[in-house]
């Protein structure tokens, strides 16, 4: 029996050696398949997310046209925007923007918004129809298709779908409520005072399928042995999925915050169909959009504009997952 134990223990030990062997044996197209497929996306992220992230943080300080070059010398106090393209103009620009840019406000007030609605309403909306779904009531695969259909549609045909809607003359809402007469009408989206609560109706339709089809996959992979549990233990539905599901959730609700801020903050197609972004319904993207390829083609503004978009996104974020990762490190 002693021998046969002193027999087995090198084979164990060996077959991690072997492992490092056959990793270590690997042929040089093979490396440069594996360098291949780690570069590939590394230089697209740096490409397309962390290049232009980069760029307009460095841009933010400058006034530029998007013409010529750059150069360090700092803007002369008279100077326009011709004479002194390219200039160093420090923290001008976001100076500009909160004391000299009448839209910059409203902007960002009405963005904070469009988070907080997505927070409040369309994430615990979302949330409801994934756990009914989930329950497998009669007809749950049409109510799911039915509910993300709303996704597979782009924002730009959102906002025209709504349009119809909201017609003052012909829409559905004013033609039910009786308000669809000359005398009496409603303008949806033309009253300043109405439109963004309008618009954001639109966006909720749409962002509670997505939270719900994200919140739908996190249910079905949650082990059915804790929903048994606590059936056993003589927990009702309510308290089986607040105390034991929904704590399983933890990686979903990170993906779902941080998507969630991303589609309040980017919003942009659905505002710039109904009325391009002005008259009640500025946001920070449409100021940025205008200000980079505009008329007026501030490249330098605009990039400023662009960076407090940003903060404000990473705000939300970075205290969501501060406070995650502080509760894991607790236990």
């Not at 998007?66 to 326009?80: D, E, F, K, N, Q």
């Not at 927070?119 to 993300?148: E, N």
């Not at 719900?212 to 009702?236: F, H, I, S, T, W």
Request: hydrophobic residues 50%; contains cysteine; charged residues 15%.
């Amino acid at each position: 029996m002693a021998s046969t134990v002193n027999d087995a223990s090198p084979a164990v030990t060996q077959a991690p050696k072997r492992r490092r062997r056959r990793l270590g044996r690997l042929t040089k197209k093979e490396i440069l398949v594996v360098l291949g497929m780690l570069a590939v996306p590394i230089v697209v992220d740096l490409a397309f997310v962390w290049g232009p992230a980069i760029a307009s943080v460095v841009l933010s300080f400058f006034r530029w046209s998007g013409v010529g070059g750059l150069h360090p010398r700092a803007c002369r106090p008279s100077g326009g925007l011709i004479q002194d393209n390219g200039c160093f103009t420090g923290v001008d620009n976001y100076h500009r923007a909160a004391t000299n840019y009448p839209p910059f406000w409203p902007a960002v007030e009405h963005n904070v918004l469009w988070l907080l609605v997505f927070i409040v309403i369309a994430t615990p909306l979302g949330m409801l129809f994934a756990v009914v779904i989930d329950r497998g009531i009669k007809g749950s695969r049409i109510y799911q298709s039915v509910l993300f259909l709303p996704v597979m549609l782009s924002l730009a045909l959102i906002g025209i779908i709504w349009e119809f809607v909201y017609s003052p003359n012909y829409g559905l809402i004013n033609t039910i409520i009786g308000h669809n007469q000359n005398d009496n009408l409603i303008d949806w989206l033309g009253n300043p005072h109405l439109n963004l609560w309008a618009v954001l109706v639109a966006a909720t339709w749409r962002q509670a399928g997505y939270v719900m089809v994200l919140y739908l996959a996190g249910l079905k992979a949650a082990d059915p042995a804790l929903r048994e549990a606590a059936q056993v233990d003589g927990a009702n539905a309510w308290q089986t999925f607040w105390r034991v599901i929904f704590p399983t959730l933890r990686p979903i609700n990170i993906v779902i915050i941080v998507v969630t801020v991303i589609e309040s903050l980017r919003a942009f197609d659905l505002v710039y169909i109904v009325n391009k972004g002005s008259n009640g319904l500025e946001l920070l993207s449409v100021l940025v959009t205008n200000n980079i390829v505009g008329e007026t083609s501030q490249v330098g503004f605009g990039s400023a504009l662009g960076v407090v978009l940003l903060v404000i996104s990473l705000i939300p974020i970075s205290i969501f997952l501060y406070q995650n990762f502080k509760r894991k490190e607790g236990r």
